[in-house]
């Protein structure tokens, strides 16, 4: 005669409380997602709504009635398309001058035998444990005395290299097998060619992580600029939507004109970091099947 067994109903009930649990953590995924996603939205609805509609519902997501007059504003009645030009110039310019220095820095301290290299290495990661506002008033004396103050290079210029870039670089670049370099070096290759040729390609996935990162850093800094520069003309975007929360265009809260400026000012950063997102993730996927 056949015992009858409750492994059926073990695993029923095991699977069971698998399901419970799997959905529990999407719904708390969701939950915050939305939570993170709501001050987004309210961001949109406010700048297609109407100076009274945006002050009278403010947290509302649905324009009634629909308007695009705070973006007509803010191409009419503000120097926005300056402030746009300015952040491109000054960005693209960062960002290519940090992808290149902190790699040649990092690779430096990664690969290059020299006197005082480790305590070069703990003043890098010293300058990452100090606020930035702590070097606002010496950033500005510096610059003053440099003659570049109220300049594209004062803005510029302080930007070029950072610690957190270098140490993003030197971790990566001493993953990197030293083997991989020994062939070139046998071929005559000098330590640049080698560092250009052979092992820069092969930090595709560090460079795209610095590349996002500096792109947003410098676009969305706001205190460098503050101390560097003081001409209108020369105003980024972050301190030309200062500007404006500041009242510069009179009174009102003026919620769409602010809240579409905002807006639009944050595309460019969403644009780079979806399209470099895909190759960052693809990379890392290949030196894992590869490793």
Same mark, same amino acid.
């Given at each position: 005669?056949?015992?009858?067994?409750?492994?059926?109903?073990?695993?029923?009930?095991?699977?069971?409380?698998?399901?419970?649990?799997?959905?529990?953590?999407?719904?708390?995924?969701?939950?915050?997602?939305?939570?993170?996603?709501?001050?987004?939205?309210?961001?949109?609805?406010?700048?297609?709504?109407?100076?009274?509609?945006?002050?009278?519902?403010? #947290?509302? !997501?649905?324009?009634?009635? %629909?308007?695009?007059? &705070?973006?007509?504003?803010?191409? /009419? +009645?503000?120097?926005? $398309? *300056?402030?746009?030009?300015?952040?491109?110039?000054?960005?693209?310019?960062?960002?290519?001058?940090?992808?290149?220095?902190?790699?040649?820095?990092?690779?430096?301290?990664?690969?290059?035998?020299?006197?005082?290299?480790?305590?070069?290495?703990?003043?890098?990661?010293?300058?990452?444990?100090?606020?930035?506002?702590?070097? #606002?008033? !010496?950033?500005?004396?510096? %610059?003053?005395?440099? &003659?570049?103050?109220?300049?594209? /290079? +004062?803005?510029?210029? $302080? *930007?070029?290299?950072?610690?957190?870039?270098?140490?993003?670089?030197?971790?990566?670049?001493?993953?990197?097998?030293?083997?991989?370099?020994?062939?070139?070096?046998?071929?005559?290759?000098?330590?640049?060619?080698?560092?250009?040729?052979?092992?820069?390609?092969?930090?595709?996935?560090?460079?795209?992580?610095?590349?996002? #990162?500096?792109?947003?850093?410098?676009?969305?800094?706001?205190?460098?600029?503050?101390?560097?520069?003081?001409?209108?003309?020369?105003?980024?975007?972050?301190?030309?939507?200062?500007?404006?929360?500041?009242?510069?265009?009179?009174?009102?809260?003026?919620?769409?004109?602010?809240?579409?400026?905002?807006?639009?000012?944050?595309?460019?950063?969403?644009?780079?970091?979806?399209?470099?997102?895909?190759?960052?993730?693809?990379?890392?996927?290949?030196?894992?099947?590869?490793?």
């Amino acid at each position: 005669m056949a015992v009858p067994t409750d492994r059926p109903a073990g695993r029923d009930h095991r699977a069971a409380r698998t399901l419970a649990t799997r959905f529990l953590g999407y719904a708390t995924l969701v939950f915050f997602g939305l939570v993170f996603l709501y001050p987004f939205v309210i961001q949109i609805g406010n700048s297609l709504k109407t100076e009274s509609d945006a002050a009278a519902n403010p #947290l509302s !997501p649905f324009p009634d009635p %629909l308007s695009l007059a &705070g973006f007509e504003r803010i191409f /009419a +009645g503000t120097n926005f $398309p *300056l402030w746009l030009g300015n952040s491109l110039l000054v960005t693209v310019l960062v960002t290519l001058g940090r992808v290149f220095f902190d790699s040649l820095a990092g690779y430096a301290l990664a690969r290059l035998r020299f006197r005082g290299r480790g305590g070069l290495f703990a003043a890098v990661i010293a300058v990452m444990a100090v606020p930035g506002v702590v070097l #606002l008033i !010496p950033k500005f004396l510096v %610059l003053n005395q440099l &003659g570049i103050y109220n300049s594209y /290079a +004062g803005l510029v210029v $302080p *930007l070029l290299a950072d610690a957190a870039g270098v140490f993003i670089m030197k971790q990566f670049f001493e993953s990197i097998p030293v083997s991989v370099e020994e062939a070139a070096r046998i071929d005559g290759a000098s330590i640049f060619r080698t560092f250009w040729s052979v092992v820069l390609p092969m930090a595709k996935p560090a460079l795209i992580t610095l590349t996002i #990162l500096s792109f947003q850093g410098s676009w969305n800094e706001f205190p460098h600029s503050l101390v560097s520069v003081q001409d209108p003309d020369l105003f980024t975007l972050p301190r030309g939507l200062a500007d404006l929360v500041s009242g510069s265009l009179g009174s009102g809260t003026q919620y769409p004109l602010k809240l579409g400026a905002a807006l639009l000012a944050t595309i460019p950063v969403a644009i780079i970091f979806v399209v470099f997102q895909r190759y960052f993730v693809r990379d890392a996927n290949d030196g894992s099947d590869k490793g």
